[in-house]
């Protein structure tokens, strides 16, 4: 991460939900890549765009982990192309099975953000914390908060996960390494797995834990047009 982002990126989700652009609708008909295929390299082509896991704490700020919760992170995005919008989403999941998808917060780059060529440039960061909060009749609940960071702002917002009754345990899945996706992909980067048992088996890449996962909740983002669906 650049040193110089890391306190604005962490007083957005410190004071969270300040501004949520335009949603997406749900249901998918694009691809979706949730294991690192496409590795990083100097070979790559303008076709693809990268997903990078960064630290998100140093020295200097390590005194606000607290106030981010022992699942946080950040996955730097680069992007070059035609579309527009920076889109989130969110896929549920039983038995390995997707079940369900809903849309999250989508970001649109601005006019100077495009070149000569017609194509968008984005440079940023995926920002996420996930904590266990109490309403006010004292039912805990789980929150995800997250941000995306880009030259010309922040955007955050929130989503409730709600477990289904009898999951217990659970454990976050996360993107290991650095990735490149396909411009007409999109990619999980975060995930909760959760279960009814007593142990439950985690792999190092997320496309393999959910063949396996009771419950699962991931995040999926994706570059898509003004009038597209991630």
Request: charged fraction near 20%.
């Amino acid at each position: 991460m650049r040193a110089t982002k890391i306190p604005q990126i962490l007083s957005v989700i410190v004071l969270a939900g300040l501004i949520t652009w335009a949603v997406v609708n749900d249901v998918s008909s694009r691809k979706v890549m949730s294991v690192p295929e496409f590795q990083v390299d100097d070979k790559t082509d303008r076709s693809t765009w990268s997903a990078s896991p960064e630290p998100l704490f140093d020295k200097n700020n390590e005194k606000l982990k607290p106030f981010m919760g022992l699942m946080s992170g950040s996955i730097a995005l680069q992007y070059q192309g035609p579309q527009q919008n920076l889109a989130v989403s969110f896929d549920y999941w039983n038995d390995g099975v997707k079940k369900n998808t809903s849309a999250g917060m989508s970001m649109s780059m601005m006019e100077n953000d495009k070149d000569e060529m017609g194509n968008y440039h984005f440079e940023g960061d995926f920002v996420y914390s996930f904590k266990d909060r109490q309403d006010p009749n004292g039912v805990v609940y789980s929150e995800l908060e997250y941000a995306i960071i880009g030259r010309n702002g922040y955007y955050s917002s929130a989503v409730r996960v709600d477990k289904p009754a009898g999951i217990g345990m659970t454990g976050e899945m996360k993107l290991q390494q650095s990735v490149r996706v396909p411009q007409n992909e999109s990619i999980v980067v975060w995930g909760l797995q959760g279960t009814d048992k007593q142990s439950m088996l985690s792999y190092s890449n997320i496309a393999e834990t959910l063949k396996i996962a009771k419950w699962a909740m991931t995040v999926r983002l994706g570059f898509i047009g003004p009038n597209e669906e991630l």
